[in-house]
C-alpha cells in the first residue's frame, strides 16, 4: 500500500504563487511515477502534470504548462508542484496520485493510489 499526503493548498489572489508538496510512504518511492490531478467545483477531474519514477520525464496539461512546475525528491519521498502566476480558473481541489509503475502517465485511470486533496482557491 501507498499512502500519500498533500499539502500546502490554501488561497491566493490573482498572480501569486503555491507550492504543493505530496508526501508517500509505503513502497519503493523512486519506483513510482506521480501525477498531480485537480478538480474544479462543479466538475470532473482533470489532468495537471505528471513525472517519472526517476523523475527525468515530465509533461504539463496545456492549461498549466508556463505557469506550472512538477518536481520530486526521491531521498525524501516527497513531490511537489510549483504554481505562478495563478489564475481564478486554477481554483480546485488538487489531489496527488501514484501508480505502480516508473512510466509517467496523464490518465488518472493509470494511478492506483490517491491522496486526499487539498484545496486551492484562487481570488480576483
Known amino acids: 500500500q501507498v499512502q500519500l499526503v498533500e499539502s500546502g493548498g490554501g488561497l491566493v489572489q490573482v498572480g501569486g504563487s503555491l507550492r504543493l508538496s505530496c508526501a508517500a510512504s509505503g513502497r519503493t518511492f523512486s519506483r513510482s511515477a506521480m501525477g498531480w490531478f485537480r478538480q474544479p467545483p462543479g466538475k470532473e477531474r482533470e489532468f495537471v502534470a505528471t513525472?517519472?519514477?526517476?523523475?527525468?520525464?515530465?509533461y504539463y496539461a496545456d492549461s498549466v504548462k508556463g505557469r506550472f512546475t512538477i518536481s520530486r525528491d526521491n531521498a525524501k519521498n516527497t513531490m511537489y508542484l510549483q504554481m505562478n502566476s495563478l489564475k481564478p480558473e486554477d481554483t480546485a481541489v488538487y489531489y496527488c496520485a501514484a501508480r505502480g509503475r516508473a512510466f509517467s502517465s496523464a490518465s488518472k485511470d493509470e494511478y492506483d493510489y490517491w491522496g486526499q486533496g487539498t484545496q486551492v482557491t484562487v481570488s480576483s
Open positions: 513525472i517519472s519514477g526517476s523523475g527525468g520525464t515530465t
